[in-house]
């Protein structure tokens, strides 16, 4: 092989040879333990697509099955199989009495990467410590050639189309952090490889004499160096300094690894970086083909631009900016994300906003709404550009892209109670789900849902609590229990916790005897005492009361409505700091059966939910329910 042929004159045998360096044997057994990398890769992949395929037949078969009918008897072969392991676990006594520090870390995501980084391990090692003169070549050749086997997974697992994430049944999003993982151990795999060389060429006394007359060297070690700088510029500090600055250097250190790994590789070995080469141009072109398909117009109307969309943006404050994008011509999924950029900003790349609101099945237009958090970069300039625009009497219309929509989404359907908590603008993630529950024909197994929302300042949460208040009175006609309860913070213990970023602005805090709308006709207290009742019964308990109906018909005569119907027993408001194990716990304990917990809101409130979730799968454990009954979906950008 030209690999061996090209350092021939320092001591390599040809592949062909029988020395104890690199002869047929250690060329064959390479060639053996390259092809076991993508076998056990292609393994897991097969395991994991029919482990989906399960998963969405068990789904379905839960859906269909009536809650009242759901014996032991009832449940399927398929369910009883699948379900078998995590039974098992769950009634295991570590886990039962594990302690609740452990319950927070990512175990799962932890156990994944210590597999692959072993299993790479025993690749790079596997009949190669042997202790000769060939020592460092030996392992320096193995790690070259397993390093080089790796390069593709790293780029399939970036795509936004991601191929892998289409065969788990999963998104780019949720596959990112193990991207990052795949890629250290790829940094870390090259140089193993570099430093066995080096090392062994300074014990020789010839590193710059390598340096000089072996060219493919030179590019080794630019390629190590690209490497390197791409693992320290993804760090999380790096990272969120600019994240323009991010992504374009990002790519331009992708395009310069591939082309030094072709000067490097022997050509006997090109075939693995031209699959990275194809999986990066795969990115490339899935990425500019949603886009151009998204924001193209074939039939114009007036006022339509041919490539882009309308959106009307406005300001709740110079921390909240809500974009209302006209009639995308797309369905999304409750829960899912589009990327959104416009040319009015042409130094800020796309960013990825949750869609908070569901397409409306009572009209053809479906417009997508995003709230924004203000931060640095595009989040900044838009806020400001629509106080701007609001300042100077302008109508706060903006020409955007989108790109998406984006996301995999649980079947929330087959559970028997949904639990959702939600922090600040991680209510665009919940309330869509909660939305299209309750505005669904069938809602599948769903019995009660509950829900929590924490915020700083209740002014955040209202482009979600008007919503949610127009839908709640549909609840006890399709039989369901729902409950809403909002938790305004303001500066208290979440604040240190880190739930919420926001700064205070007591000036601004809108508190629970606060009208909502000045009616100079009405007296300020009746108005007061009603609103503060208002968010005092829970709707599971007193719907259809005569008390609620009162406080309904005084509402609407009041204006509170301004002329929609609303619940007035739909949302408990609580201020200060909520305990979310006591919510979760009070909201799984209503209807029996399977469970499901979604959260999103920062790593404070998920450690929270998770400390929940885990008492609540001991309690069943321990009853003999089965702990895998509680499903867990955390939501976050693992972008």
Known sequence: MDLFVR???????????????????????????????????????????????????????????????????????????????????????????????????????TFLVIVYAAFVSFLLTYKAVKHDGQYFERLGFRAGWITVTQTALPFLLAARTNPIGLILGTSYERVNWFHRWVSRIFVISATVHGSFFVTEWIIADFFWDELKTVGMVKWGLAAWAVLVWTLLSTLRPFRSMRYEFFVLQHIISVVLLLVFLLLHVPEHHHFSVWCAVVAFVWDIVTRSANPLFRNLHLRLSSGVNRFAHQAHISVVDTELTIATVRNVGFNWTPGQHVLIWSPTFPRQFPHPFTISSIPNRETSTKDVQLVMKTKDGFTKELNHWARG????????TLRVFLAGPYGSMPTWKQYETVVLVAASTGASFTTPILESLLTSKNTGRVRSISALYIARRKAHLEPYLQRISRLVPRAKMMGLSVRVEVAITKAGPYAAAGLDEDPVNESRERLITEPERETERLDEDKRSSIELERFSIDSSDSVGSERADQLLKEEVELGFGDGQEYDASAIIETQGRPDIEVFVASATGKVAGSVAVGVCGGSAIEKSVKLGVASLRSEQASQGLGANDVFLHVERSYI
């Open 389 to 396: 625009t609001d300042r100077d009497g302008g109508d706060g």
């Open 7 to 109: 350092h021939g004159d320092h001591g390599h045998e040809d592949e062909h040879g029988h020395g104890e360096g690199h002869g047929s044997e250690d060329s064959v057994r390479q060639h053996a333990l390259a092809s076991l990398y993508w076998y056990t890769i292609g393994a897991v992949l097969i395991c994991g697509f029919l482990s989906r395929l399960a998963s969405a037949q068990i789904a379905r078969q839960r859906i269909k099955r009536r809650p009242s009918r759901s014996s032991p008897d009832s449940i399927s072969l398929l369910e009883r199989i699948f379900e078998a392991p995590k039974t098992a676990i769950a009634g295991s006594l570590f886990y039962r009495r594990r302690p609740a520090w452990l319950v927070a870390l990512p175990l799962r995501k």
